[in-house]
């Protein structure tokens, strides 16, 4: 079993830096591709960014340059640093574990709120 617990989420202002962190139980974190999912009131939920085990990264168009995705594999942590902070990014942040078995489902955390206003 897999437990997923988001921090780091909070208020800040247009063009600030927050940093996101997720730790993870289990044994299978560092075979694993992490990802970050984020969703706003009304929308539905969105890729922002994926590592996979190697460390091979992706991003959503509307974050890249400005978010930066890592793992630390010796702490079964999972970061998001985000910067250049925009209202658009307000949204609650989702740290998600895709396991390498095919056999076994994606585990989500509960999330942590982002609000981006001035």
């Known amino acids: 079993q897999v437990h997923l617990v988001e921090s780091g989420g909070g208020l800040v202002q247009p063009g600030g830096s927050l940093r996101l962190s997720c730790a993870a139980s289990g044994s299978i974190f560092r075979l694993s591709t992490m990802g970050w999912y984020r969703q706003a009131p009304g929308k539905q939920r969105e890729l922002v960014a994926r590592?996979?085990?190697?460390?091979?990264?992706l991003y959503a168009d509307s974050v890249k340059g400005r978010f930066t995705i890592s793992r630390d594999n010796a702490k079964n942590t999972l970061y998001l640093q985000m910067g250049g902070l925009k209202p658009e990014d307000t949204a609650i942040y989702y740290c998600?574990?895709?396991?390498?078995?095919?056999?076994?489902?994606?585990?989500w955390g509960l999330g942590t709120q982002v609000t981006v206003s001035s």
């Open positions: 998600n574990l895709d396991p390498p078995f095919p056999s076994q489902p994606d585990y």
């Open positions: 590592i996979g085990s190697g460390g091979t990264t």
